[in-house]
């Protein structure tokens, strides 16, 4: 592996065991006979999983796999909490692709689709994809497919004009990207991050990433322009990450990376020793253990979940 190819991810190998430990009732017993349940039982059973999706890399950009649950800790509002699930499966995915194809964005559209090609390489026989295309107004133009033409074949002849509306596109975005059948979901959103005509406000959209469980990865056209602090907001609070290539080769790079984290990353479970609820969101922090020789890493995840009623 070159250093100077960041995008595919490098193995870690651990022999210890990364799967949860597992428990059968003994149903057989009738309700008279039955032992009461002891308090910490109930606790447990009452108490709600929470799910950290997180992807790691090194000080060269590579995804590191490999990786077991005891290379990690998970600490909610600083309590350190028991790790009860843990997947590194390659899973398939629900994916939206959020278009940005207002007049700001000229002829990177086009430019977009072709380096978009490469994002399909490493794709599941079982994923499924849908397109939000969004410009005065954001709608569906592709449902839901795993046809790879389809969904480039939407976009490939598409003309950019008019104001845009990436706030309305990105909501209407989470909420289709909920109604995928599998487990893993996620939105790539392709735009100069410009914002001028949604009827949602930031404010609003942020309350949505903060309660969906939907990391979205941004490709924008400059790590410079106007509209990249917003791709990194939005990027940054849902979880996923924000890249801004600079050329056609990074482009294609980018996406070839993205598609690549998508597929290397990590699930980690707790149930929260701390179950009272309240209003505001509890704020998560990960740390990673790093196994001799792989130097400093780095992680993406959501820092925050919202408390259970």
């Not at 941004?218 to 907001?233: C, D, E, F, R």
């Amino acid at each position: 592996m070159s250093r100077g190819r960041p995008g595919r991810p490098i193995a870690f190998t651990n022999q210890s065991s990364a799967n949860p430990e597992h428990r059968s009732d003994d149903g057989s017993a009738t309700a008279a006979e039955s032992p009461a349940p002891q308090t910490t039982d109930k606790l447990k059973l009452e108490s709600k999983l929470v799910n950290v999706t997180v992807t790691v890399s090194d000080a060269y950009g590579r995804f590191v796999t490999g990786l077991t649950k005891d290379n990690f800790e998970v600490f909610d509002e600083g309590v350190k909490q028991e790790i009860s699930h843990f997947t590194d499966d390659d899973a398939p995915i629900s994916l939206g692709i959020i278009f940005d194809v207002s007049g700001s964005m000229g002829g990177l559209t086009t430019r977009s689709v072709a380096a978009l090609r490469r994002f399909f390489e490493t794709s599941h026989e079982d994923d499924e994809f849908f397109i939000v295309a969004f410009n005065n107004r954001a709608q569906l133009v592709q449902d839901y497919t795993s046809s790879i033409s389809e969904i480039l074949s939407r976009v490939v002849f598409v003309k950019a004009k008019g104001s845009t509306s990436l706030y309305d596109a990105v909501y209407l975005g989470i909420e289709k990207a909920r109604q995928g059948r599998q487990a893993k979901r996620a939105l790539l959103v392709i735009s100069d991050g410009e914002e001028n005509s949604s009827r949602y406000t930031s404010g609003e959209l942020a309350k949505l990433l903060k309660e969906s469980d939907v990391p979205i990865y941004a490709v924008g056209i400059s790590n410079t322009y106007v509209g990249a602090g917003t791709l990194k907001q939005i990027s940054g609070i849902s979880g996923g990450h924000a890249f801004f290539p600079m050329d056609d080769p990074q482009m294609t790079d980018v996406y070839t990376r993205i598609s690549v984290m998508l597929r290397h990353q990590y699930v980690i479970g707790f149930y929260p020793t701390d179950s009272s609820g309240g209003a505001k969101p509890r704020k998560v922090r990960l740390r990673v253990l790093a196994p001799k020789g792989l130097g400093r890493l780095s992680m993406f995840y959501k820092n925050s979940y919202q408390p259970f009623k």
